[in-house]
């Protein structure tokens, strides 16, 4: 036990390898793929939520006719004449 001074930081080294070992294992598993992968389906679903939402504001479907469920014809002022007339 004459030379100890540098056990310490090779047993940091090893188990920041060994760490990194385990976590590569995980992200490169097929299940992990599956569920955060690039084409995953959480992330399919994210994208359509936030580009609904971008579009309109909030996350509600259309009915079955298109319609957002908000809308309201009777509510929105429309002139009889055009613009500029």
Do not use: C, W
């Not at 930081?9 to 955060?36: C, D, G, K, W």
């Not at 309201?72 to 007339?85: A, I, Q």
Request: proline residues 4%.
């Amino acid at each position: 036990m004459k030379n100890i001074r540098g056990q310490s930081t090779v047993e940091y080294i090893l188990l920041l390898a060994v760490s990194m070992l385990l976590m590569l294992a995980v992200l490169r598993s097929p299940l992990f793929s599956r569920f955060l992968g690039g084409n995953s389906d959480y992330f399919a679903t994210l994208r359509s939520i936030m580009t609904y939402t971008y579009q309109y504001g909030n996350y509600v479907k259309k009915n079955e006719q298109g319609i957002h469920p908000l809308y309201d014809p009777g509510r929105h002022v429309v002139s009889k004449k055009g613009y500029g007339e």
